[in-house]
């Protein structure tokens, strides 16, 4: 048989999470507290995380041990996830480049996000939290969250961008089944959403304004904490599970990518799934692959944007973060990859960006989805509109292999699984995409 997937034991699951921070080319500016102007410290934080997250968040230690609890949920949900080889694409492209893709999309979420939802839940839950707020744009972030929630029993409260609210009802059914209760956003249950629905009553909502909202009920409530499911330290750091496997499957099949993609809302899987293999690179141990990101052009914030200090949020109750940041004014078009609808961008990422570690390319949505329909076509697996921007890249380094006769090892994060969006593949089959 031909080589398909490669595949893991139980036992192969990493035990720690790689934290790239002692290994990045500068360190990272320091967060700033937009009143004193001054780095905060770990007490500003404290409203907002529970007390192991913020060390995390900062922690200088190359590893940090993954609690068992934590693997047994990982392990029940779907880790070690496979790595497949994409034979029928390959061949539909009549490419000499092998094309590997991780599959992400096995979780019980349908994503990569319960890498980090599972950990927040599980260190929340252990200091004695009772809920978790916080905002969902497509909504895959809420379903994993409130998936966490619901295995550690803490109780979780989502504010929804509305546009996927009422675009995607059966995101929000999830979470509701999971014990979550959900609110479009700009909601009425915050001052910051009344203020903006005020203003436009017909506020399709943004992610920036959505953090806002989670961050404002967190802040005003003793008993909740806040939950961000992207850009931060901790949460790319969780995700590294994903490239430690990659790495271990490359391993056991003794070959290397030349060229690792993912695509970038926030950054997370798209970290999760170099950062081992970067960090190798960065401590000068091997330097045989690139690293490509994808984006929209609709929110084009490594192609476009600006490396500066801006805030995470809409309402600008978040700390300044230096990153590629589009303004975080900026309201992204309402293309169908919710996900990816984000203005500013992990600062480790951007960091790296910055200093010339990574590629970054920017595609439109109508070519996305061509991509994404001849992957399932080729595959048989229909990918989150989302993913379909890291399969398009992934198409064109094979079509660039194919001109330059270069038998180009390309591997792809599939971070998830189209079934909940097919909305956007309706428009797209109708021809209504633009
Ligand atoms: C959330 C999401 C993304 C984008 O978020 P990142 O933090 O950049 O990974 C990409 N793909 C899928 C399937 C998602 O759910």
Known sequence: MKEVKVLLEQDEMPKRWYNILPDLPEPLPPVINPGTKEPIGPGDLAPLFPMELIKQEVSTDRYIDIPEEVREAYFQIGRPSPLYRAHRLEKALNT??????????????????????????????KEGVEKIATETGAGQWGTALSLGCALFDIACEVFMVRISYDQKPYRRIIMELYGSKVHPSPSTVTNTGRAFLEKDPNHTGSLGLAISEAVEVAATNDDTKYSLGSVLNHVLMHQTVVGQETQLQFDKIDTKPDVMIGCVGGGSNFGGFIYPTLGKKLRGEDNSTRFKAVEPKGCPTLTKGEYRYDHGDAARLIPLIKMYTLGCDFVPSPIHAGGLRYHGESPSLSLLHKTGNLEAVAYDQLETFEAGSMFAKTEGLVPAPETNHAIKAAIDEAIDAKKKNEERIIAFNFSGHGLLDLKGYADFIAGRLK
């Open 96 to 125: 000499p480049a092998k094309i590997y893709y991780k599959r992400e999309d096995v979780s019980f979420a349908g994503s990569h996000k319960p890498n980090t939802a599972i950990a927040q839940a599980y260190y929340n839950m």
